[in-house]
């Protein structure tokens, strides 16, 4: 019998703990929570100030049976789940659903797997910080009222099977705001003016020097009137001015700023980065993973000072204590550093390899000296008016933490590259140009959101936590409200006017503009459900609701207010919001839009969200002619799509041609395009553009999808032609009079006689009739 039980809440972590444990440790993992709010009820009763009710899922059950066993045969428990408030929880509800003895149960902490952490945390027990509990449960609470009760609310104005959540539904928000900004923005044209000048390098050689005039000008007749002033102009060196300037490392991987920087130089995803994350934590070679803190440990300093000693010298090296100004953050946390500093790389995966990469990099880089640049900036004059012209070039004197490691941007295209050395130069220098540009530009409109991108503005808002950003950014994408798509941009002209030996030209040259990958879209679904969000439950949608929900589960977590006080507080507010919403009724389907007249028979033409996604709509249903449908392609959106685009979708049906001396028709439907042929119709697979299938692409479907309807059917009864024996999609099964029973396993399906059928189905008749009735859940009181 083992002396002391660690229980820790993934096997992976529990085969490194195992490792620094002697022989009277156990250390089993319980898979994450062991219980939950039940699946498909509320869960929550708000009369008994919102206690939850859990229950052990299936998939559970046998997990915990072990634990109890385990528990029973041990000496001492010691709950060592993750320090965060999800990982206190998991404790929690160990001790609660174990039975644990409190005498012989002791809660340990740390945030790094090493032997050191595990066996002082050990020395170091402590009890349940039930506030911290408390937090998580309060979050979880609120989630599922606002998941239970909004989620109702989207079938019945939007359409069926829809949700809502409190983070994700801001989310959405941000993503249809920005893609609003973009559309409605209006770009402003100015000219970019650059001369190049001839100089001579310090070996005598003529060399280009770039330069760039110091306004931009706003019309292409002022840039025409000043590349001709500057026919007879002189150019000459008006000031030299050289400025040392330094560059400081940024501060060590928060959750945040880990999943953006992967993102940008490593092109992983949020979600993939904290499962590498996560992997590497679990083995033990970086620190917990799920952190909003900066700092560093003594300890950790020393060792990055000894490795950068160790590796350039103690000129790199420069101690730096960082704090955290993060919206809402806790500092008792440490940054996402290596475990052992000491260790440049590591035996992981891939990926995994990669990520550590970058965080060895970040952590050393943010020990070392600044980088030390010299900025020059040399002022050209223009003899015959009052403008002038600048040169810029800078130097690295000592490059510091870039030997290491350079942070990246989200735009980094808008990074201006002034890393040149200018040649030399002297005050009152008179200079010669080779020719000067004006080249039209335009105002850029704002970047759509990168999964990086919405992360840091979450963060900034103050809106959910570390733990909070990777399945909020998963939910969305998986609820289609928000897609991972690219834009192709379209072709824009402008104006390039050069003057050159004396002579001023102009040209029209052409560019590719709005053209992004991997960005956050919102679709038609998305938007619809953001606005009707936001017109109905604007407190919900509000950014600052959001943010101070956050600060009120911190003031939890700190014991400093009670968590059923704020579902209270919450509640009565938003319940009577939800059922004044349900009672309201309204004309027209939410997010419809009407785009006008059928211009040959005055019928309404509106774009609407239906049952199966956007579509076009012609006629109205309380018409005496039935409406008619078709579904919207993917480029074309609601908010954007004209009366005629909407009409160009009903250009069917198209006839093909013939098969088996019947016509081939392809038709649209409220379900989306089909092929007909001999009364019969056939839907057409995702992708298949019913404006471009020829006839034998469409006779290949008829045909596949006859092999199919024949592959369904293993065997009919001639006696009894309500009876057959189908293969499904869980397995063969018997069909009759529109309801299905299943075959036993032992049953070989072909065999089946139409008396044995019969059998099966009585049989299945009486378990149903003698099953336990389901107890209907008690009315809500109002």
């Not at 929690?92 to 902490?109: F, G, S």
């Not at 130097?395 to 030399?424: A, C, H, M, N, W």
């Not at 024949?710 to 099964?733: C, H, L, S, T, V």
């Amino acid at each position: 019998m083992q002396k002391n039980l660690v229980i820790v809440e993934s096997p992976a972590k529990a085969k490194t703990i195992e490792k620094f444990l002697g022989k009277d440790f156990k250390v089993l993992s319980s898979y994450g929570h062991i219980r939950d709010l039940k699946k498909k009820s509320f869960s929550i009763d708000i009369d008994k100030d919102f206690a939850p009710t859990y229950e052990i899922p299936a998939d559970k059950k046998d997990v915990v049976k072990n634990l109890q066993q385990e528990a029973g045969k041990a000496d001492m428990i010691w709950l060592a789940s993750d320090e965060d408030r999800e990982g206190e929880a998991i404790a929690w509800h160990l001790y609660e659903v174990l039975n644990l003895n409190p005498e012989h149960t002791k809660r340990i902490v740390f945030h790094e797997i090493t032997k050191n952490a595990i066996l002082k945390a050990i020395d170091n027990p402590r009890e349940i910080d039930m506030n911290l509990v408390n937090a998580q449960q309060a979050r979880r609470v609120l989630d599922r009222i606002v998941g239970f009760e909004l989620s109702p609310v989207l079938w019945k104005k939007v359409r069926p099977a829809l949700s809502a959540g409190r983070v994700q539904s801001v989310a959405v928000r941000l993503i249809v705001e920005r893609e609003r900004e973009v559309n409605a923005f209006e770009s402003e044209a100015s000219y970019r003016v650059i001369a190049i000048f001839l100089v001579s390098d310090k070996d005598g050689k003529p060399v280009e020097m770039k330069a760039e005039l110091n306004r931009r000008i706003k019309t292409k007749e002022e840039a025409q009137q000043f590349l001709e002033s500057c026919k007879n102009a002189a150019y000459t060196i008006d000031n030299i001015a050289v400025k040392p300037t330094k560059k400081s490392p940024a501060a060590p991987f928060t959750t945040s700023t880990l999943q953006q920087e992967a993102a940008r130089k490593l092109g992983f995803t949020v979600a993939q980065t904290m499962m590498l994350a996560q992997k590497l934590y679990e083995a033990g070679l970086i620190t917990y993973m799920r952190t909003d803190s900066v700092n560093l440990s003594e300890y950790a300093i020393a060792d990055c000072k000894k490795t950068i000693t160790g590796m350039m010298g103690e000129k790199y090296v420069q101690v730096r204590h960082f704090t955290t100004k993060t919206k809402g953050a806790q500092e008792a946390h440490e940054a996402i550093r290596p475990t052992y500093i000491e260790n440049e790389t590591v035996s992981a995966g891939a990926q995994e390899k990669r990520l550590y990469d970058l965080i060895w990099k970040r952590t050393i880089a943010s020990q070392m000296a600044d980088a030390e640049l010299e900025k020059t900036t040399a002022t050209i004059a223009i003899s015959n008016n009052g403008d002038y012209f600048t040169a810029v070039g800078e130097v690295i004197t000592f490059d510091g933490f870039l030997r290491i490691y350079k942070e990246s941007y989200d735009e980094d295209s808008e990074q201006e590259d002034e890393s040149r050395l200018l040649p030399p130069l002297s005050k009152g220098q008179q200079l010669e140009t080779k020719g000067i540009t004006a080249t039209e530009r335009f105002t850029q409109r704002p970047p759509r959101y990168t999964e990086a991108s919405l992360v840091r503005k979450l963060e900034e808002l103050g809106i959910g936590r570390p733990s909070t950003y990777a399945p909020t950014i998963s939910t969305i994408q998986q609820r289609e409200y928000v897609v991972k798509g690219e834009k192709t941009g379209e072709e824009r002209p402008y104006n390039v006017l050069t003057l050159r030996d004396g002579k001023v030209s102009h040209n029209v040259q052409t560019e590719i503009v709005g053209a992004e990958k991997s960005k956050l879209l919102p679709t038609d679904t998305g938007i619809v459900v953001n606005d009707f969000l936001t017109e109905y439950f604007p407190h919900i949608l509000n950014y600052n609701f959001t943010a101070n929900i956050e600060k009120e589960f911190d003031e939890i977590a700190d014991g400093d207010i009670q968590w059923n006080t704020i579902m209270q507080k919450f509640y009565t507010q938003f319940h009577p919001a939800v059922e004044a919403t349900l009672a309201l009724k309204s004309e027209r389907k939410v997010g419809e839009r009407i785009l006008g007249q059928h211009p040959k028979t005055g019928e309404t033409v509106s774009v609407k969200i239906g049952r199966f996604g956007p579509m076009v709509q012609i006629g109205d249903a309380d018409a005496e002619e039935k409406p008619r449908f078709a579904r919207l392609n993917k480029e074309l959106s609601m908010e954007t799509i004209t009366l005629e685009q909407a009409l160009e979708l009903f250009k069917l049906p198209r006839t093909l041609g013939d098969f088996e001396d019947n016509v081939v028709t392809i038709g649209a439907g409220r379900f989306g395009p089909y092929v007909r042929h001999e009364d019969k119709y056939y839907s057409m697979p995702k992708g298949v553009d019913p404006m471009e299938i020829t006839l034998d692409e469409a006779i290949a479907l008829i045909l596949e999808k006859r092999e199919a309807e024949k592959q369904k059917f293993i065997k009919e009864f001639a006696e009894d032609p309500e009876m057959f024996i189908m293969n499904g999609r869980y397995g063969p099964y018997i069909s009759y009079q529109k309801k299905n029973y299943k075959i036993p396993q032992n049953v070989v399906p072909q065999d089946l006689n139409l008396e044995t059928c019969f059998n099966i189905i009585k049989l299945q008749q009486e378990k149903a009739e003698s099953a336990p009735k389901k107890r209907k859940a008690p009315a809500k009181k109002k």
